[in-house]
Each structure stands twice: as C-alpha cells, then as structure tokens.
C-alpha cells in the first residue's frame, strides 16, 4: 500500500518536497501557506486540501518564515492526525523544542533541516527534540530512506548545520555586495574558482529565495542576540522584495 | 605591450607565478636575495614542468621553452626592463613597503606593481611609492599553476588602467580575475569566514561533532569537502592567522570573531595535516 503524506507549508519548500515524495511512490495531500504562494503551483498529482485528513503515514510542516502560521498549522496537523503520526517540522527558524510545546502530543515533533533547494542534496538532517519519542527517530530515518537520502541527527539548535552555515554564508556576501567589495558575479566565482564552493553563495541566495535566508538569519539573531547574527542590509532589502514579489505577481 | 615580467621572491607562490607566466610566453625576471632560494624554485619549477609533461599537460618543447625563459636574478636592479612587476614576498607589510620603495627607483615609468598578498592593504603596501596608481593587488591563489583565480584588488590611487592591464595579463595567464576593493579579506578570504566560523561554533555549542558537521555540509550542501577537513589541509594556524588578520582589519567586528577552539589547537600544536593531527589524525 501506497505511503500517505501530509505537507503544509511555505513555497518553494512545500512543492519541492511534494514533488520528490510524489516521485518515490507517496500519496501526497499539501496546502501552501497563503502567504507567499500567489501564483505558485502545487506539482501535478499532489491533492490540493483545504485541511488535512487523518488518514497519513508522515506530515510534513515547512514553515520558516511565519511564528504564527506555523503554530496554526502544526496545530492542525495535531489535532486531525492519530496522535502516533510522526510530524517532521522546520526547525531551521523556530526550534523544535519549543514548536513541542504548542501541540497536545509533543513526543511525536522531530526538527527537519529544510530549507529550499536543500533537498536536492543526498542528507536530510533532522533534531530530535527534548520530548521526541524513540520510534520518531526511527521513523525519520525510515522516511529519508524513503526518500533515497541519508539522515543525521544533530541537536535541536536554530538553523542546525548546513542552513545555518550556509546562510551566514550567504549573509557575508550580501553585506561585501552592500559595501562595493565587488560586483555579484565577481563575488560568485571568486567563491567558485577560489575555495570551490559548488554555487556562488549569492546564486545560493537566488535560489534559496532571499526571504528564507533572511528567515534563517534573523532568527539566529534573535536565539543568541549577538550582533554577530545581524541580517545583511542587502539581504533584507532582497528579502523584502522577494517578499512584495511573491504576493503581488 | 607586456613582455617581460618581473617576479620579486622565489617561494612557493613566486615560483609557480614564473611558471605560469613563462607557459603563458612571457620573459620572466625571478628574483630573490637568496641563490639558495633561487635555486630551490629552479629545481621545484623543473620538475613541475617535467610532471607536466609525463601528464601530457604540456610538449616537452614547450616545457624547454619556458623554463628557458626564466632568468634568475639575485639583484633587484635586473627587473629594470620588466614592463610587468608580481611581488610575492612573504607576508609582512614593512618588507613589501621597502621593496616597493626601491621598485620605484628602479622600473620604468608606468610599470605596474603588482603585489600577491592575501590580507595586507594595497593601499599601505604602495603608500612610499611615487606612483601610487600604478600599484594593485594580485591575488594568487596556491597552488599559482592549479587555481584559476586570481582577485585583482585596486587600492585607494589604483588607476583604471592599471586594474585593466592587470586584469588583462591575469586572462594572458590563463586566469579568471576578480575585481575588488582594498578592503580586509578581500572577497574569498572574507566571505570564506563564515564557513569556519559557524562550523566551529556548532562544533563548540555541541549541536554536532566535527565528522558530523563535515558529512553533513557535502553531503547536503554539496561541497567538496568540509570545514574541519579544509582547516586541516590549509593548516589551522593559517586559517587562525587569517581569521584574526580580518577581525583586527575590521576593528573587531563580531561576524569575524575567531573561535577558542582553533587558538587551542594552534598552541596544542595540532595544525592539521602538516603535522598529521588536527580535527583528524594523519598518523599512519
């Protein structure tokens, strides 16, 4: 029998992960977040809900950039699934452990390294929270195989490993582009030819979508409140207009 | 119209610069106060060349071609007739000035000079020079005959044409410059910080261990290799020196901060894989 999932979240991530569990076999319900999904398409086969059912092997919340849209939807997702359904959930803004905290069964919530284009990669990372139970873990391995990725479980932190470097990443060269250091493809292949990074961290940033960067950013900011964490103004002005872009086109 | 270059120092980084500009058919002057220097480079760029060839890379003729073209000079007064000056002396700010100092006594009249340098100011290095314009930065990257970059750096009275006819000569070499400002780190060495930094405060936070954290960023983020695994091969104490040369250029600029964690490893004398310990064990 085919594998159920649940996805709600923000574009692109919701699509992306639609799109590759539709791929490896799943029956895939989503519902994109309003914010931030004008003009933008669920993949072909993907049912379109308006809430989600109970009957779900796996859900999958991918919000980053909105506090209380991701609580609404994790609500939910509490509420309409049988309390043993795992929720895989971003926690590259908001830490899983305290996303636990705002649902009836928190032993079920296991952070997820999501961030777009991330997925395109052969890892997925996940962190357990302080209140993850035993089989969650289990189950998000099992679904990462699924998947035809690895997994590694690192510990529940803002923006975990690889979003968190590669957006500080990102957040560097959108502050030397803001002071002249050079022109953005300048930037870019320096980064390339000179250290081999596999794409310039500000074609990164194109692809990614400013506003998630930001997101993640921001939110570093905040969890350690050091001036170290600052957003970019470039990429907070990259992220507004990715932001006035995604809502009105 | 450039045909002889001059090259000041004979190490590591100024000889693979003479090899590139003799393969690339240019005179080389390379210059150096040690003949023991002088000798080793000679040795070091024929066999290159001789590895090249077996390789295929290049014609043995070619090879006979440019390794006749590099003429070793201990006198400073030899690159007279260059028409193109790389400094690649070692890496102390008052040393560069004095031989810019004396450069400019000795070249023609819009001789460009050039210095390789990685995280001194363009600006000071060219400061006791009557011709501040005509002095840049040329970046190299190790190693000078593998890496395509080259980042062309204009100080505070680098002229147009000067960043032009650097640029120019960069592409004659076979290289892909970048141009930017006289500004701490320049771009690779600024913009690479963070790749280290985060890494080391997740390792120093306990969110995961160093071979977690190298798996993870190639095999999510696609990178060749991972932080740990590049600190150790560049070597800790360089990455250290670095870190710490951009945060005090930047007036301690928190984003720049190095981490305990490598000034530990530096005095623990684990510098990577040069001494066969470092976040890995090289031991056999």
Known sequence: MKKRICILGDSPLVEEFAALCLNKGYTVQARLNASGAVGVRLPKGVKKILRPTKANDFALELTNIERERKKKNLIELDKALPSKTPIFSSSVTFRGGEQATWISHPDRLMGLGALPTLIEGSLVEFAPTQFSDVSVRDAAGRFAQSLGKESEFVQDSVGLVMPRILCMLVNEACFAMGEGVAVPRDIDTAMKLGTNYPHGPLEWAARIGPRHVAAVVSALHIGFGEERYRVAPMLQNAALVNAFRENRV | ?284
């Open chain 2, 1 to 284: 119209m450039i045909k002889t270059v001059g090259i000041i120092g004979a190490g590591t980084m100024g000889s693979g610069i003479a090899q590139v500009a003799a393969l690339a058919r240019f005179e080389v002057v390379l210059h150096d106060v040690s003949a023991e220097a002088l000798k080793k480079a000679m040795d070091r760029i024929k066999s290159d060349f001789r590895r090249s060839v077996e390789r295929q890379k290049i014609t043995a003729t070619e090879a006979t071609e440019a390794l006749a073209a590099i003429h070793p000079r201990k006198d400073l007064h030899d690159l007279g007739d260059s028409d193109f000056i790389v400094e690649a002396a070692i890496e102390d700010l008052e040393v560069k000035r004095k031989i810019f100092k004396d450069l400019d006594q000795i070249v023609g009249p819009g001789v460009v000079l050039a210095t390789n340098t990685s995280s001194l100011s363009i600006t000071a290095v060219g400061s006791l020079t009557n011709t501040p314009e005509c002095v840049v930065g040329m970046h190299f990257f190790n190693p000078a005959p593998v890496m395509k970059l080259v980042e062309v750096v204009r100080g505070k009275h680098t002229s147009d044409g000067t960043a032009k006819e650097t640029c120019d000569l960069a592409v004659t070499m076979g290289k892909t410059p970048v141009v930017c400002k006289d500004t701490p780190g320049f771009i690779v060495n600024r913009v690479a910080r963070p790749f280290y930094g985060e890494a080391l405060r997740l390792l120093g936070e306990g969110v995961a261990p160093v071979e977690q954290i190298d798996r993870i960023v190639k095999a999510e983020g696609g990178f060749r290799m991972g932080p740990f695994e590049l600190m150790d091969l560049i070597g800790i104490d360089v990455n250290y020196a670095v870190t710490k040369s951009v945060y005090d250029q930047f007036f301690h600029e928190p984003r720049f901060r190095p981490h305990p964690i490598q000034r530990q490893m530096v005095e623990s004398g684990m510098l990577g894989r040069k001494t066969k310990k470092g976040f890995y064990s090289y031991e056999e």
